[in-house]
């Protein structure tokens, strides 16, 4: 509760992004709620036309809060794969080491018009004791659904 006032500054960098490869980073050092954040972040993407994209994200911030401190790490993987304009399929896994946790889902759409269409989602996640030893399964889920657009003028 309450209203933080605080000040941060940022930078941000990059490479030609619409290269083959491509590097995107961050620092940003400043206030954060009751107390102040330290965090950097890098982004290594890769190209293949306009079919294929895939990306690395490591971020990691360092937080001293009134209330305690901590730091968490980000990581995070995306694949993507456009099989005509209307049609794709794309991943992303990640692991939160502040949650414990690794999460992932992929997703495939074959697009109509105005965003309509069919997408079929499957979500999971899982603990970690450690970045590489996964658990058992916190949660699972498939989500399909499918949109349509049609006229009632008659």
Do not use: C
Not at 1 to 18: H, I, K, L, M, Q
Not at 37 to 62: C, D, E, P, Y
Not at 66 to 88: D, V
């Amino acid at each position: 509760p309450g209203t933080y006032d605080n000040f941060e500054v940022a930078w941000r960098w990059n490479s030609n992004e619409s290269a083959p490869v491509s590097i995107n980073g961050q620092l940003d050092w400043g206030g954060f709620l009751s107390g102040k954040r330290r965090g950097i972040g890098n982004t290594l993407t890769v190209r293949s036309g306009a079919a294929f994209a895939s990306s690395l994200r490591v971020s990691h911030n360092n937080v001293d809060l009134a209330e305690g401190s901590f730091e968490t790490t980000l990581i995070a993987m995306r694949l993507a794969y456009n099989f005509t304009p209307r049609m794709y399929l794309q991943s992303l896994v990640q692991y939160n080491s502040q949650a414990g946790s690794w999460s992932g889902n992929i997703r495939y759409g074959w697009l109509n018009t105005a965003g309509t269409g069919l997408f079929i989602v499957y979500n999971e996640s899982r603990a970690a004791l450690r970045w590489f030893e996964v658990q058992d399964p916190l949660g699972r889920v498939v989500i399909v659904k499918f949109t349509r657009q049609f006229n009632l003028v008659l």
